[in-house]
């Protein structure tokens, strides 16, 4: 909080990842709720490093129902895949494809399927985040039917990226280097699909960005020393508006849910943000649905070196953002004030 504070030109919140489970960290989970810190963010992957056991995951599962917060998965199987990657390395495969091949969609549909039967038994909510395949989005729509609270999100690069592009040549498929990882292209029209039935209920973007130069470069000679995470924010409500809305697979309303109404409802955060209504925050977006973008590194305002959007063709652009009635970004412009944004204290989960 303190890091943030002061910095943010808008309004921000947190999740809090748990990386292991004590009786001290259970009880800290309570007061982080109150707190207004009301999700947490838990890894099945990442052995080591982020990854929690299942009798761990169950606890914090069962802590976050008693104290009314939310559980955010990273869905993969993470000991499995760690044993393709090793195998993957002494086989001497080493270049970026290999991030993609050596994470199965077995791996990620396993997973979010343990989390939701975790959730189950512990009586909690679940929130999977950037699901990227059909076999996941299986498992969701499943639970869904038999109506548990098991949401889940999907990102842009899912919807508009695919394996192909970590064939670019040389070293380039390091820009694509991200957990879960691009799949085959047909994946892409089964999540538009699922984000116009409401199997998906969220547009986010996982944003975690590494310049190509000298960060990305690290894994040059080994795919898993290549820094997992790209930039996405920037693109998002363009992408999304373009392909679903102008692409003829939702409505405008259906785009306003996804990418704001439903976030801010499964967050904590409507009504103050989420709607646009006497007494809440006129944080609102002015899009011109016409004017017609190529996405670029040239043009972007993201403190990166590259796009992975490089060279798509968007249709209907964002273009005065107001923060909270305040003109932050006009045409293109920021305008706004570092320090403006504040720390919104999130509520507890009730459902959608
Ligand atoms: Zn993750």
Request: proline share 5%; aromatic share 8%; charged share 25%.
């Amino acid at each position: 909080m303190k890091k943030a504070d002061g910095k943010a030109a808008i309004d921000y919140a947190f999740h809090c990842i748990i990386t292991d489970i004590t009786g001290a960290q259970l009880e800290e989970m309570g007061a982080l709720v109150r707190e207004g810190v009301s999700t947490f963010k838990l890894f099945m992957a990442y052995p080591g490093v982020f990854m929690l056991d299942d009798a761990s995951i169950f606890r914090a599962m069962s802590q976050a129902a008693k104290h009314g917060g939310m559980i955010c998965m990273h869905a993969e199987n993470g000991g499995a895949i760690d044993v393709i990657v090793q195998r993957a390395l002494a086989e001497g495969k080493r270049a970026p494809k290999y991030h993609a091949l050596t994470r199965p969609v077995t791996a990620e549909a396993e997973a979010t399927s343990r989390a939701i039967a975790l959730a189950e038994m512990a009586g909690a909510p679940v929130y999977i985040v950037h699901l990227s395949c059909n076999e996941a989005l299986e498992k969701v729509r499943e639970a869904r039917d038999r109506g548990l609270p098991a949401y889940a999100e999907t990102c842009p690069q899912y919807l508009y990226l695919s394996l192909e592009n970590m064939d670019a040549p040389g070293f380039e498929g390091a820009k694509y280097v991200f957990t879960p990882p691009l799949r085959e292209k047909w994946h892409q029209e089964k999540l538009w699909h699922g984000l116009a039935h409401d199997t998906l209920q969220v547009v986010s973007t996982d944003h975690c960005p590494f310049c190509f130069k000298e960060q990305k470069e690290l894994g040059k000679d080994d795919f898993t020393k290549i820094p997992n995470g790209g930039p996405g924010i920037e693109n998002r409500l363009s992408l999304i508006y373009s392909g679903g809305v102008n692409g003829g697979r939702f409505s405008a309303n259906r785009f306003v849910q996804l990418v704001s109404a439903a976030p801010a409802k499964l967050f904590g955060l409507f009504p103050r943000k989420g709607t646009i209504a006497v007494g809440s925050d006129a944080d609102i977006v002015v899009f011109d649905p016409d004017e017609e973008q190529v996405i670029s590194a040239k043009t972007h305002h993201m403190r990166v070196d590259y796009s992975m959007f490089e060279g798509i063709k968007v249709k209907g652009i964002p273009k005065i953002v107001l923060s909270r009635g305040r003109v932050v970004v006009e045409n293109g412009k920021f305008t706004g004030k570092p320090g403006s944004g504040e720390f919104i204290r999130r509520a507890q989960y009730s459902g959608t």
